[in-house]
């Protein structure tokens, strides 16, 4: 069964620095997402994106956060300037373009900001 | 704004035993509705979902949800627990476009006792 891969599994980075997160969605879906898990808590939303734009985007996803799908397979997820509260696991997501199709995630990247 | 309430932070179940995970929901419309299961180091693996339908749903290993809507309740079972089912439990609600918008409860952590 075709999966969401995630690389790294596990990214360690000093404050201030810029973090690259990958994800190659699986290969006919439209949606691709990311959320992340602050530890402790709940799996919360950051941005959606489709037909190469955002289309929605939560509160946490400030300035300080990009993505782009750069060529037709891989998703990126950017933090310019990481922060110590940045430090969490970040799940890529993806789904078909058909109504109400589940929301399938990769394994995560977990991001820890020294 | 949609809701989700995981009443129980950890069950602790005898292998064998049955199991029953609750998850209330806040949602102003019908509302698409998920449990995804989290083991250690790994993603978020979809179990079931409801759209629409016959409220009685089946998931993968087992596990079944009902979804009532007198009670804005959507709480996940399974008859007979495995010390494989040992892991985090997630109900989501899906608004937005397409239900594409996922909202996370705080998780249920399921210990399976020998």
């Known amino acids: 069964e075709p999966e969401v891969t995630q690389t790294p599994s596990h990214q360690v980075t000093q404050m201030g620095q810029e973090v690259i997160l990958r994800c190659v969605p699986i290969s006919n879906h439209l949606y691709f997402y990311w959320y992340r898990q602050i530890l402790g808590q709940k799996v919360e939303f950051l941005v959606s994106?489709?037909?190469?734009?955002?289309?929605?985007k939560s509160e946490i996803f400030d300035d300080q956060f990009s993505v782009e799908r750069p060529d037709g397979s891989n998703f990126t997820l950017k933090i310019r300037s990481t922060k110590l509260e940045d430090s969490a696991m970040y799940f890529c997501?993806?789904?078909?373009?058909?109504?109400?199709?589940?929301?399938?995630f990769g394994n995560g990247t977990r991001l820890t900001v020294t | 704004a949609q809701s989700v309430t995981q009443p129980d932070i950890h069950i602790t179940v005898s292998e064998g035993a049955s199991l029953e995970l609750r998850c209330n929901y806040s949602y102003g419309a019908t509302p698409y509705l998920f449990w995804y299961v989290q083991s250690p180091g790994q993603g978020l693996q979809l179990l079931l979902k409801y759209f629409s339908g016959d409220t009685l749903v089946q998931g993968i290993k087992g596990f079944e949800a009902e979804f009532k809507r007198s009670q804005s309740s959507f709480n996940l079972r399974k008859p007979s627990v495995h010390w494989s089912d040992a892991a985090e439990y997630f109900c989501a609600v899906g608004a937005g476009a397409a239900g594409n918008k996922l909202t996370f409860g705080g998780g249920t952590r399921v210990l399976v006792k020998p």
């Open positions: 997501a993806s789904k078909t373009g058909i109504d109400n199709s589940p929301l399938h």
């Open positions: 994106f489709y037909n190469n734009e955002i289309s929605e």
